[in-house]
């Protein structure tokens, strides 16, 4: 068992995964508490299903993170990630970025979350590709900045610089990983 828990991080890596899990069931539990507060939000069965998928997927992600690497750096830019896909999606879906939710404008955010997903797959979850799939992610939000201001959406565009610079955080911690990296090897 000692073998088995040095390999997962010891006790103190359980104890962070039980951190992050328990934080993805309180997240879940937010709305059904928010909402015996307020009428404004009312969800649905189908909304607490996929709150907990989108909960779910990212909390499996960062598992995945954890065993790909032992690098604080690595774990800290996957969880960037994770976080700035997250709240894209969750954003882009739940109000919209660009105009309401239901605006074709929107649709680069597809493009920019397609990016990364392609550019992990590429980069084999390997840091140096992390830093370089991100750095892709991060053009390809970037480009959303005049589409908003061209929607007459300022607050979109603002949005998306900040994003931008969430990804390029991201990548800064995968380009750290990596030097930690190939000085270990």
Do not use: K
Not at 24 to 47: G, K
């Amino acid at each position: 068992m000692n073998a088995q828990l040095s390999h997962r991080g010891g006790s103190h890596g359980n104890r962070f995964r039980v951190a992050i899990w328990s934080l993805v069931a309180a997240l879940w539990l937010l709305p059904v508490i928010a909402m015996r507060f307020t009428t404004e939000m009312n969800w649905s069965v189908f909304d607490f299903v996929f709150w907990a998928l989108m909960l779910g997927a990212a909390g499996g992600a960062y598992e995945i993170a954890t065993r790909m690497s032992r690098s604080s750096a690595y774990r800290a830019g996957f969880g960037i990630a994770i976080v700035g896909a997250f709240a894209l999606v969750w954003i882009s879906l739940a109000v919209g970025i660009i105009g309401d939710e239901d605006d074709p404008a929107n649709l680069v955010f597809a493009a920019v979350l397609l990016t990364g997903l392609i550019g992990a797959a590429v980069a084999r979850l390997q840091p140096q590709g992390m830093a370089h799939a991100l750095v892709a992610v991060a053009i390809v939000q970037a480009l959303a900045v005049p589409i908003a201001v061209m929607a007459g959406s300022s607050e979109g565009a603002v949005l998306s610089a900040c994003f931008v610079a969430l990804w390029l955080g991201a990548a800064q911690m995968f380009r750290i990983a990596a030097r930690q990296s190939a000085a270990t090897a």
